[in-house]
């Protein structure tokens, strides 16, 4: 039986056991120790210049670099597929395959309910897209009110001290993308500046004061902030991925047995 941890393959690369290629058994007894590691994403416009699946292809990037920083004396983990629809209906007015919040909520519970079953007892979905993230803390939140075991949830770009706004399809995700998946970003990349004042959702008018305003996605033309100054950033992903393997780290630690 193959070991249920990370190793070197031919090229000297690091492995990562993903749950499409492990057995039942194997998964069962992966389940016993390991963290399954589940990315969620999103296929919405991202601008003129990024793929739809830019929020799958970014969370999935950092979920895998954080594994291979974990390698070695790291917590066990095993990785997921990627769901990668997500909630997006405010991306429909250019194009999305968006399902809704009660859909999601039902998604989230299904696969977490059938992991549990199936013998995990300690799971992280990590999101790559902002309109799933109050959905998956919550899916977390119901699952552990009656299910066995430790579960947590998280924004990649929303872990450490000083975590930075990612906007949508601007500076940020385009230069995560150019580290990431380069071919992928169309060139030349236009500049843009959002027509009018600050959406509400970037700039609300108060601090912790969520606010939204109808047709605000469309009249920015779809991206937050302007994507022509981004330049390839793989110091960018090291980061989001360091503090994500900071977090796995603490989360095995604060649920290993004896713990509590």
Known sequence: ?????????????????????????????????????????????????????????????????AAELLAGDGPPVVRLPALPYGHSPHHLFAAAVSLSASTLAAVLADVLRSLTESGFRRIMIVNGHGGNDEIMRLAVKEHALGAEGAFAACSYWSLGEAPENPGHAGRYETSLMLAAHPDLVRTPIEPHTPAGAPPLFAAPPHPGLTAERHGEWARVGGMTDDPSAARPDPGGLTIRATELARAIRAFAEATAPGAV
Request: with cysteine; hydrophobic share 35%.
């Open 1 to 65: 039986m193959r070991r249920l941890c990370h190793g070197r393959n031919r090229g000297g690369s690091t492995t990562l056991p993903h749950l499409t290629e492990l057995t039942w058994r194997e998964a069962r007894t992966a389940g016993a120790g390991a963290i399954a590691l589940m990315p969620i994403g999103s296929q919405e416009q991202h601008g003129a210049h990024l793929p739809m699946g830019t929020d799958t292809l970014l969370v999935t990037a950092v979920v895998d670099r």
